[in-house]
């Protein structure tokens, strides 16, 4: 649910997981960024002009990059995802992104596949495959292909289970608007520490939804006004989400609250009794 600006397909950094290791966050992005010099292989080579592309500030210039990528080697599945991004229609980008989960799949051949599960992320050259596929899982989803999108996004997690994309913000959003709540309850219980306001407060969304106003719900929701105390304010209405939106967001600030009610906000509103109850809690807590 959050959102940040940074170099499509990088990890997120600690502060925008609520973590606080930046040598380690920053040994990881520099490890796949050293895979970029001028190398003696075609695919070396395509993904040297990809890193390049990601800090072109011009449109036309990052599409000739992946261009030339793609001359270079086809097997480039970053070049396929920058064109996604870049595509004008989502059927267009739709086929992009399946060439970059295939360009991956070739590159890997089907032994870590099998073979990584959960740690799929520690082998760099799965991490194109991985954007790829979280690019086509979203595409799905805007194309009606729900089911197709959920199970795409469900194998994402299996396969890198640090969930260096953020994937299980994606599906927490889809499960949601579907209102499924055993996958729900199935997701929360797989990130018992992530302390992130998203993820605080749709424990104790899912946990009302489900249950309604027990003890285990309102736990979840203190836990969560701990993590972010100024959440209630922008679900309740008694600020005005700002425009435009914040760009970058650190945990338990004003900024994250915004970020997290700016996409939240209507699943609070959907679910009966959910804005009333949040309303009742936060006043218990003033007394």
């Not at 800090?55 to 064109?83: F, H, K, M, Q």
């Amino acid at each position: 649910m959050a959102r940040s600006k940074r170099r499509p397909g990088t990890p997120a950094s600690p502060a925008q997981n609520g973590e606080v290791d930046w040598e380690a966050w920053l040994d990881e992005l520099l490890q796949e960024v050293e895979l970029a010099p001028p190398g003696s292989t075609p695919l070396e080579q395509a993904q040297a002009l990809i890193y390049q592309a990601w800090d072109e500030p011009d449109r036309t210039r990052r599409i000739e990059l992946a261009r030339r990528a793609l001359d270079c080697s086809p097997d480039c599945a970053d070049a396929w995802v920058v064109l996604a991004e870049e595509a004008d229609e989502l059927a267009e980008a739709l086929r992009c992104y399946r060439e970059g989960v295939a360009a991956g799949e070739r590159v890997l051949g089907p032994a870590p596949l099998a073979q990584e599960c959960g740690q799929l992320w520690q082998i760099p050259e799965a991490r194109p495959y991985l954007r790829a596929r979280v690019g086509l899982a979203q595409c799905l989803w805007l194309l009606g292909e729900q089911e197709t999108a959920i199970a795409h996004f469900w194998e994402l997690l299996r396969l890198d289970g640090g969930d260096h994309l953020r994937v299980r913000y994606l599906l927490l959003e889809a499960l949601l608007i579907r209102n499924d709540l055993a996958a729900l309850r199935r997701l929360i219980d797989m990130y018992p520490d992530d302390e992130s306001a998203a993820w605080c407060y749709s424990r104790a969304l899912v946990l009302y939804r489900s249950e309604g106003d027990t003890l285990m719900a309102r736990q979840a929701l203190r836990e969560a006004r701990q993590a972010n105390p100024h959440v209630p304010d922008y679900l309740l209405g008694r600020k005005k989400l700002p425009r435009p939106l914040p760009d970058y967001i650190e945990p338990g600030t004003v900024e994250e609250a915004i970020d997290y009610a700016s996409v939240a906000q209507p699943y609070w509103k959907n679910t009966p009794d959910a804005l009333s109850w949040l309303r009742r809690q936060v006043a218990c807590r003033r007394r």
